[in-house]
């Protein structure tokens, strides 16, 4: 099946249209004081005809019932399978996505620079640099900004592809001191076509 561009979308962000849409899966967040736990997420890239995309993430934990509720549903033991449910809210991030005008020399002729703009409500503020091209984003903190109450976060790096249809990404934070190391990561699958996600 054929890529359709979203209707109305500025060419400015034309390398970053696969994007488009709402997402939704399933990953796993850790770090070193962080014990390893698995979450949903849901992500939407949306655009309103201007030369940026706007993304939103929110992050929930996955919590299994109490045994003896396990017990009492469909899906108890005797099945191999134990429901999960969504827990609380993990992290949430707002922010832009665009395609600068100047290309650096050093991209490849299939890659196009790409800036991030991210916010989210423990207290920081990211801009990440980095390129996209052939379904691949690649970024890089070059600013971290938080206020005195948040997390100690120097530095970050992320990694977005398109693998048979989904959205794989990962994240890996310098924080409290530590070197950059993996933090989280996800698979998740688009739950919306383009042309629907801002409906």
Do not use: C
Not at 21 to 35: K, L, S
Not at 62 to 82: H, I, Q, S
């Amino acid at each position: 099946m054929a890529f359709v561009l979203p209707e109305g979308l500025a060419p400015e962000v034309y390398p970053l249209a696969w994007l488009v849409g709402r997402w939704h899966g399933e990953g796993v967040v850790g770090y070193p004081g962080v014990e390893e736990t698995a979450f949903t997420q849901d992500v939407v890239f949306d655009h309103d005809g201007g030369p940026y995309l706007s993304y939103t993430s929110t992050i929930r934990l996955v919590v299994a019932p109490d045994d003896a509720a396990a017990l009492d549903g469909d899906g108890g033991p005797e099945t191999g399978d134990v429901a999960v449910e969504d827990g609380p809210v993990w992290s949430t991030e707002s922010g832009y996505w665009r395609v600068p005008p100047e290309r650096p020399a050093d991209l490849s002729a299939d890659q196009f620079p790409v800036e991030v703009l991210l916010a989210d409500p423990s207290g920081h503020v990211a801009l990440y640099l980095g390129a996209v091209g052939n379904g691949r984003v690649d970024l890089a903190s070059d600013l971290i900004a938080r206020t005195a109450t948040s997390a100690e976060i120097s530095a970050g790096k992320r990694l977005y592809g398109l693998v048979n249809g989904e959205l794989m990404w990962a994240h890996d934070l310098a924080a409290f001191g530590r070197p950059m190391q993996s933090y989280a990561s996800a698979r998740l699958a688009r739950v919306e076509a383009a042309d629907q996600a801002g409906a």
